[in-house]
């Protein structure tokens, strides 16, 4: 059984950094991003058209690399959330979270009793064949599995506290997107008010011992919100990162292929300067002899 590292760092307090799929439904997507160093990947069921049987596939070949896979699933219902488990995933993320009752439906379909109420439904892609006491394996089975929360409305942001008291939750996950929406300043990440929510949504993580996390495509933004305490990092997605490289691999080949002068390098532009400096001994000699000859005949 493939352990979930990406959990067990945050449970260190240790940041994790992981992407997320919801275009491409090769299996050799997640082999590439475990090969890239992604800690764990986020498999989109909310706005793709992935199916089950897709997911399925994905997962099976990211875990082959050691690569740990969260589902974002439609919606905190059962059927959604407990298949989405059977088909492999190590942990879900639910999408638009309001309420205690969210949660715990949340906690009923992942976790198997005494935590939850999820029926038994364990597979092959969850053992990797391995043979375990079905009382080990149903206690594995639990510490493993990964709950991560969007906090996406203004409603999450008044209940924060009660939410997070539940317990539970490894990741209160910010949905930039839908929280500026709902805040009223759509795609403005650095509106005053979108700034003060996300800080009081790492303020009450760091309260609940739960891991804040934001889901961004800019890196240095990223990185801007881990310095102030978010641990849990999701660059991008997979479409978004190939349309980035693929950008601006096409702009550098472009300009460089373009008609027209082309800017000197800068080691062009500093060789004349150079050539001059860099004189031999003989040469500094014969300039310096006229000179001396002068001086003699004064």
């Known amino acids: 059984m493939l352990d979930n590292t990406a959990k067990k760092a945050l449970a260190d307090g240790k940041s994790i950094i992981g992407t997320m799929t919801m275009e491409f439904n090769s299996p050799e997507i997640g082999r590439v991003l475990a090969a890239a160093g992604f800690d764990f990947v986020i498999i989109d069921m909310e706005h793709s058209s992935y199916s089950l049987e897709t997911v399925t596939d994905l ?5 082959s690399k050691g690569l740990n896979c969260v589902v974002r699933v439609a919606d905190p219902l059962y059927h959604l959330m407990a298949r989405t488990c059977d ?12 309420t205690k009752e969210q949660i715990e ?27 375990m006491a079905l ?37 209160a996950l910010v949905g930039p997107y839908d929280l500026s929406i709902n805040l009223g300043v759509p ?13 009081w949504v790492i303020h009450a993580c760091k309260q609940s011992n739960v891991a804040p996390g934001i889901h961004l495509g800019d890196v240095q933004s990223l990185l801007n919100w881990h310095e102030k305490g978010m641990r849990c990092l999701t660059c991008s997605s997979d479409l978004g990162m190939l349309f980035a490289t693929a950008a601006a691999n096409v ?6 292929i373009s008609p027209g002068p082309k800017p000197k390098a800068a080691t062009e532009e500093k060789a004349p300067k150079a050539a001059a400096e860099e004189k ?19």
């Open 187 to 199: 795609g403005d990440f650095e509106h005053r008010s979108m700034i003060e929510a996300i800080e």
């Open 87 to 98: 088909a492999g995933a190590q942990g879900l993320m639910v999408p638009r979270v309001e």
């Open 135 to 171: 009382p080990d394996l149903l206690k594995q089975m639990n510490e493993e599995s990964m709950i991560i929360v969007q906090v996406e409305t203004g409603k999450a942001l008044d209940n924060i506290d009660d939410l997070l008291a539940v317990g539970n939750i490894d990741v």
């Open 59 to 63: 997962i099976r070949a990211a875990k």
């Open 251 to 256: 702009k550098k080949l472009k300009e460089g």
């Open 280 to 298: 031999t001994p003989k040469a500094a000699a014969e300039e310096k002899a006229p000179k001396a000859a002068a001086k003699e005949k004064a």
């Open 105 to 131: 439906s949340v906690i009923n379909a992942i976790k198997y009793p005494p935590q939850g109420k999820r029926g038994y439904g364990i597979r092959p892609i969850h053992t990797d064949y391995e043979n």
